[in-house]
């Protein structure tokens, strides 16, 4: 198995990201938009621009924001802290499909059961598999698709060895030992506090991989997030 140098694949993600967003006609929210920008090295400035990014604001209107680098470059680990049904699910979910371009990329969908996952895996599998308005899917040939969260059987593999997989923290076992690409952790308030992070960072490093925790901040040890 050949895989790609990081820094191409992170190039990657980035390009892959606007064709998912342009296909399922997507603009995202503006803190959307934010923590996406962070992950490619970039920050999203109050300030409108013809060649910048278009964000939705709250009251549904379009504009088109200005960018700026980020200090310290792509951001590696990332939050979306915010209430029940503000698209923090939905916004994981687009941002991790993007690794569907990249050969052989591991992304894992962790919750603290498996149905935790099935938002995120869901919005997934549809914004790389649905067709929509005549026009066919982004990807239109895979080896196998499982959403069974009762079974414990939530995958899906592309025909280019790419594997978005659901786990459930109950069996945190299974985590280790492996490259990964991505960690999504689905309503990360549920889980136990940041070892969920630190204990299996290592899967990481090979691949200078993402951690990205979209969550509602229902516990005290999410505040770390705040002071970060």
């Given at each position: ?10 190039s ?24 996406w ?11 409108e ?14 504009v ?13 680990v ?18 991790a499909?993007a ?34 308005d ?33 786990k ?61």
């Open positions: 198995m050949v895989r790609l140098p990081n820094v191409l694949r992170d990657m993600i980035t390009a892959f990201r606007q064709i998912v967003c342009e296909r399922n006609e997507i603009i995202p929210f503006l803190h959307q938009a934010e923590w920008a962070a992950t490619d090295g970039a920050r999203i400035l109050d300030v621009a013809d060649d910048g990014v278009d964000v939705r604001l709250s009251d549904n209107t379009v088109r924001r200005a960018l700026a680098p980020r200090h310290g470059g792509r951001a590696r990332v939050a979306d802290l915010g209430a029940f049904k503000i698209g923090k699910s939905f916004g994981a979910a687009i941002w499909a690794f569907a371009a990249i050969p052989h990329a591991r992304v894992q969908l962790i919750g603290l059961e498996y149905d935790i996952c099935e938002p995120e895996f869901t919005y997934i599998v549809e914004a790389l598999l649905s067709s929509r005549g026009k066919p899917p982004l990807i239109s040939k895979y080896s196998s698709l499982q959403n069974r969260p009762r079974d414990g059987r939530m995958y899906l593999d592309l025909d280019n060895g790419a594997r978005f997989e659901a459930s923290w109950e069996r945190k076992d299974t985590l280790k030992g492996k490259e990964i690409d991505c960690f999504v952790y689905c309503e990360a308030y549920m889980l136990t506090g940041m070892e969920v992070f630190t204990d299996f960072s290592q899967n990481l490093r090979a691949r200078d991989g993402f951690a990205v925790f979209p969550t509602t901040p229902d516990r005290p040890w999410v505040q770390e997030f705040h002071d970060c």
